[in-house]
């Protein structure tokens, strides 16, 4: 990415539910999001904000919302 790209992801779980995700490198949360937390009831839909910091190369999540 370009310094200051931001990527929106949207997360759907499945009629089961239950999923979570793993960060890979490259990827930061900070002290306002220290852990990342979606929403895992069956069908539900979280979305997760980042920005790219093409200093650190690293994609800052910045926000993370559920309960869709």
Do not use: C, K, M
């Not at 539910?17 to 220290?34: K, N, Q, V």
């Not at 895992?40 to 690293?58: D, F």
Request: aromatic share 8%; hydrophobic share 45%; charged share 15%.
């Amino acid at each position: 990415g370009d310094d200051l790209d931001i990527i929106r992801i949207r997360i759907v779980q499945d009629g089961t539910g239950g999923w979570a995700i793993t960060l890979a490198s490259g990827w930061a949360l900070g002290e306002d999001i220290p852990v990342l937390v979606l929403n895992e009831e069956a069908n539900s839909i979280s979305y997760i904000t980042a920005i790219y910091n093409e200093a650190n190369s690293v994609w800052h999540i910045v926000s993370v919302i559920g309960g869709f």
